[in-house]
């Protein structure tokens, strides 16, 4: 069943096997596929989403509105719509890359480490939001500006996936 398998892959990041989601998230994290996505109302604000205490790693940190990770031979706007469902109870549309080269390694207090090729995307709502509480806890919409002088004062507060995608972010993502 390949519900749960990540991708692995190589610096390159050419594919070169499977693993379950569960075995791979360790001290020893593999180099794996994964993907974020900002969300942006009409207002032009992008969503922030608070990790919910439940989750194993950056437990009750702000973050994207949610991350996910492509399983294998699935295309990757399919994972970020099936993501946006299971994560945030909602449809997307206008699915667009915003940082196609993203990667990052990060290791939690706890240890583990994310270490992740992981191309940006940004899109639009579609419906209300209906999170899972097993994923999020808390979400908010912000002006960009106010969550780059947010994150500038407590990146501590922010998933490190975040305050890392924020340096590159374009000045204007949503024109």
């Not at 109870?89 to 990060?106: C, D, M, N, T």
């Amino acid at each position: 069943m390949t519900d749960d398998l990540v991708v692995l892959v190589d610096t390159d990041g050419t594919p070169i096997g499977s693993a379950p989601r569960d075995s791979v998230h360790t001290t020893d994290t593999p180099l794996h596929l994964a993907f974020s996505c900002h969300l942006v109302d009409n207002r032009g604000r992008m969503l922030l989403t608070r990790r919910a205490l439940t989750k194993v790693t950056w437990p009750g940190v702000w973050t994207n509105a949610f991350c996910g990770h492509p399983r294998p031979d699935e295309l990757n706007v399919d994972a970020v719509r099936r993501r946006a469902r299971q994560e945030l109870g909602v449809e997307i549309r206008g699915i667009r890359p915003l940082i196609p080269e993203f990667r990052y390694r990060a290791v939690d207090a706890s240890g583990v480490v994310e270490q992740e090729i992981c191309p940006v995307f940004i899109a639009e709502i579609d419906g209300e939001l209906n999170p899972n509480p097993d994923e999020v806890m808390e979400w908010a919409w912000a002006d960009v500006a106010e969550v780059r002088r947010a994150v500038t004062s407590t990146p501590f507060v922010f998933s490190p996936w975040l305050v890392e995608q924020l340096k590159q972010w374009p000045r204007d993502p949503v024109g």
